[in-house]
């Protein structure tokens, strides 16, 4: 069909042109270096030791794990079983067979909570969560709110904390499940997950965890906990893969019905080469956590100085609490928020969360903390990573001061 052929060029012709001015004016206002990522907690690059490990998974060892009949399949099934000790070794469990292999941190939150409440809908109805958790986790608990649950949402103090007694004050013998996470994506607050832990397992309730943004940055024992969830690209692993640990199987049912594949309680082919990037991101991220903590915590320190000294007026939100050691999270003195944000397009970094970026929305999280609208408006992240040098950190500082300089602070 000619006429198809002729519309699909015409088409290509019209999006060349327009990527070609696309990109004329990208490298235009970019002329001077490229655009500095710092946003590592909304996703991390796949470290290149990982995507080494994943690529064969791709081309040569092909097999379907589920294969039991030939060494394409028992390859397969090596290479997982593999990643889940990686993964069970990460979490400083010693039982791999209590991780399912998920798509990410999304799927686990949604299993473990719509999962637990089903099964134990005989015996109780109450789940305990925070009101600063991840937009997973408060609306799975707003669907199981119109499945009859109820759901209490405890309170943040203006650093971000929880207040344990209050934690326990609620739990009634109808409380089937608390939900707290481990660290904050968008302050980097570290809640007292031990104590947290120690309070509600006294009374046998079950304790999920989203370690999403602990893991890797700080020591994660997964004892301390009933359920955690993670997830691959968030600690330099590919997207799309993540992993639920269930120290007892709660649900009865598959989160997925399939062909049997994860003991049963998964069906579905497994992504072999994303699994194979976890497991390796995992083992890298257990080895060399101590020392990334370190180095990025003395470059994320010297940033926010180097910004109190020369930004009168600016405020890092979760100070005072027990913070991950790369995380910032800025509120700026009152100025026009839209035209800093210009102003600062050379540097990747995240308003509120990166999820509610497109609505104006003040953050739930920010919120909580006893932040305006307003201020939210003038609140910003900046998160490093494993690839963040002193000159990037130096080069974000120096252009953060000089755009608020340009924007100017309002009286
Ligand atoms: C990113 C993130 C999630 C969602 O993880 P996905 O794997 O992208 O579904 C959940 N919780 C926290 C704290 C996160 O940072």
């Given amino acids: 069909m000619p006429g198809v052929g002729c519309l699909a060029g015409q088409h290509g012709v019209v ?4 990527l070609r001015r696309l990109a004329s004016i990208i490298s235009k206002s970019c002329a001077m270096r490229p655009t500095v990522y710092l946003d590592y907690n909304a996703t991390t690059p796949v470290d290149a030791r990982v995507l080494d ?7 040569q060892h092909y097999g379907n794990p589920a294969s039991e009949g030939h060494t394409y ?19 400083q469990i010693d039982r791999p067979s209590a991780i399912t292999f998920t798509s990410g941190s999304t799927e686990g939150i949604n299993a473990a909570l719509k999962g637990v409440a089903e099964a134990c809908r005989d015996h109780g109805d109450h789940i305990v969560t925070v009101q600063t958790e991840h937009s997973a986790v408060r609306k799975c608990c707003k669907h199981l709110e119109q499945n009859g649950f109820r759901v209490t949402y405890l309170s943040v103090d203006t650093s971000g904390l929880l207040d344990v007694d209050e934690l326990e004050c609620c739990l009634t013998g109808r409380t089937i499940l608390v939900s707290t996470m481990w660290a904050n994506n968008e302050t980097g607050v570290i809640q007292p997950i031990r104590e947290i832990s ?8 079950p304790l999920m965890t989203d370690a999403t943004q ?3 940055k700080i020591s994660v024992d997964a004892a301390e906990a009933d359920i955690l969830v993670l997830s691959g690209h968030k600690v330099y692993g590919p997207k799309g893969v ?3 640990y269930m120290r007892e199987r709660v649900n009865r049912c598959p989160l997925i019905d399939g062909g049997g594949q994860e003991r049963g309680h998964r069906g579905g082919t497994l992504n072999v080469p994303g699994i194979v990037g976890l497991g390796e991101a995992l083992q890298i991220a257990q080895q060399e956590c101590e020392e990334d903590h370190t180095r990025l915590k003395v470059l994320r320190d010297e940033f926010e100085q180097e910004l109190l000294k020369r930004i009168p007026g600016l405020r890092i939100n979760g100070r005072d609490a027990p913070r991950l050691p790369q995380t910032s999270n800025i509120t700026f ?4 928020a839209d035209r800093l944000r210009i102003g600062l ?16 929305a003040p953050s739930p999280v920010l919120e909580a903390m006893g932040i305006s609208r307003e201020e939210a408006a003038r609140t910003f992240r900046i998160s490093l990573g494993r690839q963040t040098t002193r000159d990037e950190v130096d080069y974000a500082a120096a252009a953060i001061v000089d755009a608020v300089d340009s924007v100017g602070v309002l009286a």
């Fill in 15 to 18: 999006a060349a042109a327009t």
């Fill in 53 to 59: 490990r994943m690529l064969p998974y791709f081309t």
């Fill in 73 to 91: 399949g028992w390859t397969a099934s090596a290479a997982v079983e593999r990643a889940r000790r990686q993964v069970a070794a990460a979490l």
């Fill in 198 to 205: 120690r309070r509600v397992r006294m009374r046998k309730i």
């Fill in 214 to 216: 602990a893991i890797g």
């Fill in 242 to 244: 993540g992993a639920l």
């Fill in 333 to 336: 003195p009152p100025l026009d």
């Fill in 345 to 360: 397009r050379t540097v990747a970094i995240s308003s509120g969360s990166a999820c509610s970026s497109h609505t104006h």
